[in-house]
DNA sequence: ACTCCACGGGAAACGCTGGTCG
DNA sequence: CGACCAGCGTTTCCCGTGGAGT
């Protein structure tokens, strides 16, 4: 049933993109100057998650990689890699020279590492940037003239309010390209690509991709989480292909799955905060704290738990009603329905 | 107006890892 | 080898801010 599972990971690369040559061609032209040896402005990809901006990143890099194999790509993901030291940690790893580097290694040792020695281009694309907590590492990277950068975030405005003055005006020039959600339609045939080439022939009808796609709203990494998850199933019920009601299953399954293995991965304290929150459905601050503490053996300090809860919010696992006085907590809502969850939490 | 409460920034304290020096 | 040191991440303490309730 399924015949190549790599082609249903989310972070799977295609060899041909389907529905997004514009922006392909756009970021390949901005970054055209890598060719003849010279330094393209920054390139900016904006939209909503799942619309293609990482595969698209790295389609086009590896495209470019394969024309001149010297201009070097390292990807960073900015939500693990946050802070100054692993985005330069990521990069001296993407270029393979980081054999005696250790947590206790200074940062400028780092940076100077980067700076000199190895002075082929380097492409870093930096992954969900808006939540880079120190900037001043993009200043950094601005500053030496073999890194060229390609930043990708939700939104423009958000990203360069996050700057500080100094970022904010090197980085002001340099092509932006924003990625649209996808229509249906486009989505379900980006489905039937990977269906083609991860699953068996007939395994999956049109019809049901339809239905996926709808039920993905214009998500192509949730789409493919449920292509991927009702294909499994199917599998395992012994099925040669897929049915309407391992797709119901899936789902519900797709949507949860990231946030269940956040959870998991989360320490036990903050565990247990999510867990009474969930309990109790929603939640005022002074009652959780209470509850937190007569769970849990060794409490630590409320100052402590607002340093969690913020974390948590921002990993979009729960989210906070209300200001101050009367605020609340609660499970972040399950988005049922295709509704416009655009809230850019706001700050 | 005044008090209560929660939020979140900043500084200091702690704990861990790995390096270095005698 | 053992005693220190450097540097980072985490936790705590302290505190200013500002809305809500009275």
Redesign the pocket.
Known sequence: MIVDGRVLREDFVPSEVVHRHDEVNLLSEALEPLLSDRRPDPSFLFGPTGVGKTCIARYTLAQLHEQDPDVRVAYVNCWQEY?R??VLYSLLEATGRTT?I??????DELFDRLAEGDTRPLVAILDEVDQLEETAALYDLHRLPHVSLVLIANREEELFASFDDRVRSRLHAGTRVQFDRYGTAELRSILRERATQGLEPDAVTTDQLQTIADAASGDARVGIGILRSAARRAERNGCEYVTEATIAAAIPDARTAIRRKTVEGL?D?QRVLYEIITDAGEI????L?EAYERRVAE??????L?????KMVHYDLIE?V??????R?RPVADGDEGEESELPTEK
Do not use: C, I, V
């Open positions: 802070t030291f692993r005696d250790h947590r206790s290694t200074a940062k320490p304290h005022e601050p002074g009652e704290y409490p630590k300090t409320a100052r402590t607002r340093n969690y809860l913020t906070s209300g200001e101050h006085r009367g605020r907590y």
